[in-house]
């Protein structure tokens, strides 16, 4: 970085910090003068305003007024750690947030700039953007129940999108990496158990239903928990939706130590031979062959992979470019926005300030972490058994966040060796975690839906 935007960040870096300090000393000058008055400012504007109709009524409709009287009901008073109408501003603060994350850091952009600026809309007091206000349904609300709220078509669509975009053709290759995939889905249920444990030890309270929904994060498959959470527990939408797609754009965060503290330097080191070329019969085959076992053996994940394998066929088949093409950018950009927008219109202040939210934070990255060694000890475990030894390191890549956890574990092998090149291993455990989670997100449905 040259000394000239070295310099351009710290101005820029000094405004913004003159600028939040200047902004709460004025809240704290305001603070002062009003406690000098011992309440005859606020009385005396109360007067004004009784005494001027028009004025009262152009007040009260201003957001600022909102924000500094709206208390909630009963209900959600009880609940919240906040009043409501500092917990609306808190949340268009945490929208704003996760506009920052996604511009400055890169976390998941595509995903968390129209999920915050969903939640900076949905909590603008008196806009009624994500809730019926007399008798008219907001935008983002109509939104919602078009493609989110169940059947869920929202998610479907994205999963055509991905399955348009992914290549199996690393699974096809080598088939074992499939228990990679398959022993992630560990944390999931690993955690669901931890769920309910906790609420009878009475530190949290979560159904059966809700603990399920909680439990999908260590997938770290986002329309997956779209998906089933619309389905067992749409109002901890908000909270999970945000959980499972910080956890995503964790992975290089997240992953690293724990693949090293379970793997030694030698087993990181451990090449693989090249896989064979898998040719477009196979992997049409596959499609089908995965449908078919779906339908007779977990039927209620079908919508997922279904479209997950419709996609696929599009891409692998070669004689509906354009289809293919439309299915992994335009339809899925499209959904993409609309899903965004109304996950973040799910970040309401009475939703997302509660006290279990920070239960399922913690549990959220309890599942993940779960997954990411789980994939780890299994590949460890196959190495006792297999002849042709498998590099623990795409074990963790057996989290469904594709390409990112391959690209980690390809990360990891190289801090130990530049010139091994475990890539296209780490994407066969990648891919069938995809599949992975989207049966777990059947067996869960079917098991509390």
């Known amino acids: 970085m040259s000394e000239f935007q070295i310099c351009k960040a710290e101005r820029r870096h000094k405004f913004?910090?003159?600028?939040?300090?200047?902004?709460?000393?004025?809240i704290a000058v305001f603070n002062i003068v009003c406690h000098l008055s011992q309440g005859r400012i606020a009385a005396a504007f109360n007067a004004y305003m009784e005494q001027h109709e028009a004025f009262r009524q152009l007040v009260q409709s201003t957001g600022l007024y909102l924000?500094?009287?709206?208390?909630?009901?009963?209900?959600?008073?009880a609940n919240m750690v906040v009043s409501m109408g500092a917990g609306q501003f808190i949340?268009?603060?945490?929208?704003?947030?996760l506009i920052y994350l996604a511009i400055a850091k890169g976390f998941e952009p595509l995903l968390l700039i129209p999920i915050g600026f969903g939640g900076i809309l949905s909590n603008a007091p008196g806009a009624g953007i994500a809730e019926v206000m007399d008798g008219t349904t907001g935008f983002l609300l109509y939104i919602y129940n078009l493609g989110v709220a169940p059947p869920s078509i929202f998610p479907l669509l994205i999963f055509m999108g991905i399955g348009a975009m992914t290549d199996f053709g690393p699974?096809?290759?080598?088939?074992?990496?499939?228990?990679?995939?398959g022993a992630a889905q560990f944390g999931i249920f690993f955690t669901l158990c931890g769920a309910l444990l906790m609420t009878d030890m009475g530190w949290v309270d979560?159904?059966?239903?809700q603990a399920a929904s909680i439990g999908i994060i260590g997938g770290a498959d986002g329309p997956t928990a779209i998906f089933l959470t619309g389905r067992l527990a749409p109002e901890l939408m908000g909270a999970i939706v945000v959980a499972a797609y910080s956890y995503m754009a964790l992975v290089p965060i997240i992953q690293p130590p724990i693949?090293?503290?379970?793997?030694?330097?030698?087993?990181?080191?451990?090449?693989?031979?090249?896989?064979?070329?898998?040719?477009?019969?196979?992997?049409?085959?596959?499609?089908?062959?995965?449908?078919?076992?779906?339908?007779v053996l977990v039927p209620s994940a079908a919508p997922l992979m279904g479209m997950l394998m419709f996609g696929n066929l599009l891409k692998e088949c070669k004689v509906v470019d354009r289809l293919a093409k439309s299915a992994a950018n335009e339809i899925i950009n499209i959904v993409t926005i609309f899903i965004g927008l109304t996950v973040g219109s799910k970040l309401s202040a009475d939703k997302f300030l509660a006290k279990e939210t920070l239960g399922i934070l913690v549990l959220g990255?309890?599942?993940?972490?779960?997954?990411?060694?789980?994939g780890v000890l299994m590949a460890k475990l196959m190495n006792l058994f297999c002849k042709e030894k498998v590099n623990p390191l795409i074990g963790a890549a057996g989290v469904s966040a594709v390409p990112m956890a391959a690209r980690v574990s390809d990360r990891v092998a190289k801090e130990e060796d530049p010139t091994n090149?475990?890539?296209?291993?780490?994407?066969?455990?990648?891919?069938?975690?995809?599949?992975?989670?989207?049966?777990?997100?059947?067996?869960?449905?079917a098991m509390c839906g």
Request: glycine share 6%; with cysteine.
């Open 421 to 445: 090149f475990v890539l296209m291993h780490a994407m066969g455990p990648n891919v069938s975690g995809v599949i992975g989670s989207a049966v777990a997100a059947g067996i869960l449905l």
């Open 67 to 77: 924000f500094l009287t709206e208390k909630g009901t009963e209900a959600q008073a």
């Open 259 to 295: 693949m090293r503290l379970l793997t030694t330097k030698a087993e990181r080191k451990i090449r693989m031979k090249q896989l064979r070329e898998v040719s477009r019969l196979e992997k049409i085959f596959f499609v089908f062959l995965v449908v078919l076992l779906c339908i």
């Open 16 to 26: 913004i910090m003159w600028t939040a300090v200047s902004v709460l000393a004025l």
């Open 365 to 374: 990255l309890v599942a993940f972490s779960i997954a990411t060694a789980s």
């Open 91 to 97: 949340m268009i603060g945490v929208g704003i947030l």
């Open 171 to 181: 699974m096809i290759a080598n088939p074992k990496t499939a228990l990679l995939g």
């Open 206 to 209: 979560f159904s059966v239903k």
